[in-house]
């Protein structure tokens, strides 16, 4: 595609990162589509979230920097944010499962706001090969609220 100068854009069906090759610009990505996977690029700095959305993966988005997560969100997929520039995750309580993987080798992540009532039901139990949180040596912060 050629899209040089293309800085944001707004999804409302399923579109993947493949689609975007070559957009250098691009920096801001809205999604309001049911599940949301958006891989392997290293333009997009923010992603936006419509209530729509309940699932979710950015793997390997290496510039992306902001998130946040809309109260509806549910799932928070494997390797959801692993390969990002995040700096802080705030979980909503709404989610109920944060799959294995979610936070590896995420470099810059230094806090972590996980819910501590009953509604997360799950954080994948593995360790080592398979944990939650890997690989994220400026990590300093987990928080339960």
Request: proline share 3%.
């Amino acid at each position: 595609m050629d899209c040089k100068n293309l800085q944001s854009v707004t999804l409302y069906c399923a579109v993947g990162s493949e689609h975007f090759v070559g957009c250098s610009c691009l920096k801001s990505v809205t999604f309001h589509i049911y599940s949301v996977t958006f891989t392997d690029n290293n333009t997009v700095e923010e992603v936006i979230l419509g209530s729509e959305v309940n699932s979710i993966n950015f793997m390997n988005l290496t510039n992306l920097k902001g998130i946040r997560i809309p109260d509806n969100v549910t799932t928070i997929q494997s390797c959801c944010f692993s390969g990002t520039a995040v700096r802080s995750v705030y979980i909503p309580t709404t989610v109920k499962k944060i799959n294995a993987g979610a936070f590896w080798h995420c470099p810059l992540l230094q806090e972590l706001y996980l819910p501590s009532n009953k509604v997360l039901y799950t954080i994948t139990k593995f360790t080592g090969e398979w944990a939650v949180i890997k690989d994220c040596p400026n990590l300093t912060d987990v928080y339960m609220y």
